[in-house]
């Protein structure tokens, strides 16, 4: 399936990229630094969600790393545990750093350790309902501060925008 772009491209607004782009042309003719007018703009764009995410998880007293333990155990399903590997696994850290993490986490009663019933070796990570409410109070805070994010997009340019993204996010993720 072909994008469809949206029929409005000839009505574009002027950022500080398309300045910051116009002034490397003159300077540097000698390059091309096309890519800078997306990738400078997914990056301040990342800078614009990184401030929305601080928004919605300092509400629920919450910093980056403790919502993606959290939301992974939320994501899990009941009974809401995972081992502390597959913590691991889902949020890219590693094990030491997983293991501090926890601790900080049960210190704050919000998730709860306990071996498997079925392998005492395996170490289970539950999430507690003081976790839950921070974790679900934060997602919608989140939902609420991407949706405005958005806002100046139509449905369908979101979908494309959405497949654009993909294609070029997947070559990272499957290596």
Do not use: C, K
Not at 11 to 29: F, K
């Amino acid at each position: 399936m072909q994008p469809v772009y949206p029929e409005d491209m000839a009505d574009r607004t002027t950022d500080e990229v398309d300045r910051i782009v116009a002034a490397w042309q003159r300077e540097r003719p000698d390059l091309d630094v096309s890519p800078l007018e997306i990738l400078s703009r997914v990056s301040r764009l990342a800078r614009h969600l990184d401030l929305a995410r601080r928004h919605a998880f300092d509400q629920w007293g919450l910093v980056a790393w403790e919502f993606d333990v959290l939301s992974a155990l939320r994501r899990s399903g009941e009974p809401y545990e995972l081992s502390a590997g597959e913590l691991v696994r889902q949020t890219l850290v590693t094990s030491g750093t997983m293991t501090n993490r926890i601790d900080r986490l049960v210190s704050r009663g919000m998730v709860s350790r306990a071996h498997s019933t079925s392998d005492r070796r395996t170490v289970l990570i539950s999430l507690t309902a003081t976790g839950r409410e921070a974790v679900d109070g934060a997602l919608a805070d989140l939902v609420a501060d991407e949706r405005s994010l958005l806002a100046g997009l139509s449905g369908r340019e979101r979908d494309v925008l959405t497949d654009l993204l993909r294609r070029l996010v997947v070559p990272f993720e499957e290596g």
